[in-house]
């Protein structure tokens, strides 16, 4: 299995409705190159029903023997669940507690398999900042290799219709979604101290680099997609680009420290989540900087920049 690091980004435009007010107008030169940025969360609402998830005929997926691989494998953060293990499409990948990972066995097979299809090993790399160490392959009793993370074998959801849906988690007590480590995902507990901050908060930082810039509660860049329109307010990062590029949850405007009140508004996604904007402009987090302060996301794609606190875009180099 050759395995190797990285992640994929694909951008599919969505129209999101726009709320409450009106917004200015698109600022195709609102960018500044003075120096001036979390976590979605996917619709999870499990499926009643047994622990397979009762799916069958049309509803049900392909059998085993028909399973795919997971090909570039990512993490996505879930605002319920933290890191998600996703596959390169970006649906969430789980694994079951009637199977075991010491030794590799999947007890999952005929009916079960149509509802929880198989992950096929062979063809998955390891996502960006997880150890490819922990990705291996178990003989199922088809004679079928199935991929596993430390040694569990993982699934996809039938019921799962578009990626960072999370319909599978906790689906008859023994389905949840597998964690870049091959645990049970979980969302970690704030750390203590931290100056009192919280995700739920904006304020602004100052980097050398970028100068003023906002950040999120724990001192993550917030950055601005240059596909997304003002008006009307619509954001153009869907599936698998909002896996990597987490949208800025609602922040009330009490937590929002030095940032423009113009048009401080919250979009209503098609797809559940409900995001931060500001001036009208969505705003969002990028998975790729993995502790407070870094910029990696600035520039990326040409696309996606840091934002200032009256919403323009950091173009800086």
């Known amino acids: 299995m050759g395995i190797k690091r990285g992640t994929t980004l694909a951008a599919v435009a969505v129209v999101v409705a726009l709320t409450a ?4 107008g698109n600022d195709t030169a609102g960018e500044t190159t003075q ?3 979390a976590v979605a969360a996917p619709s999870q609402a499990p499926s009643s029903g047994d622990a397979y998830g009762s799916g069958s005929g049309s509803d049900a997926a392909a059998s085993a023997g028909d399973a795919k691989p997971g090909g570039q494998l990512a993490i996505a953060q879930d605002e319920k669940l933290g890191s998600v293990l996703t596959d390169s499409a970006g649906f969430t990948l789980y694994r079951f507690d009637k199977d075991t990972a010491k030794p590799s066995k999947s007890t999952c097979d005929g009916d079960c398999a149509k509802t929880w299809p198989v992950v096929a090993a062979g063809d998955a790399t390891a996502a960006a900042g997880m150890d490819p160490a922990l990705l291996g392959e178990v003989v199922r009793t088809d004679g079928s290799k199935q991929l596993t993370v430390a ?3 993982v699934y996809r959801f039938s019921k799962d219709t578009k990626a960072g849906d999370t319909n599978g988690q906790g689906v008859g007590g023994t389905w949840f979604a597998a964690a870049p ?3 049970k995902a979980a969302k970690a507990a704030p750390a203590p101290g931290g100056a009192g901050q919280t995700a739920g908060a904006l304020t602004v930082a100052k980097d050398p680099k970028l100068g ?9 860049t917030v950055y601005r997609f240059k596909p997304d329109t003002a008006w009307p307010m619509a954001s153009k990062c869907e599936g698998a680009c909002v896996a990597k ?5 609602p922040v009330d ?3 929002a420290k030095g940032i423009i009140e113009k048009n401080y508004l919250v979009l209503d996604r098609p797809d559940g989540k409900k995001q931060q904007t500001v001036n009208c402009w969505p705003v969002y987090t990028f998975t790729g900087d993995k502790k407070a302060g870094d910029i990696n996301g600035q520039g990326v794609g040409g ?3 840091a934002v200032a606190p009256d919403g323009k875009l950091i173009t800086v180099p």
């Open 181 to 183: 480590d091959g645990k």
């Open 151 to 153: 040694g569990w074998p």
């Open 212 to 220: 003023e810039h906002i950040v999120d509660g724990n001192g993550m």
């Open 35 to 37: 120096p001036a940025g």
């Open 245 to 249: 590029w987490p949208v800025v949850p």
């Open 253 to 255: 405007r009490a937590n």
């Open 303 to 305: 696309t996606w920049y």
């Open 21 to 24: 007010t009106a917004c200015g």
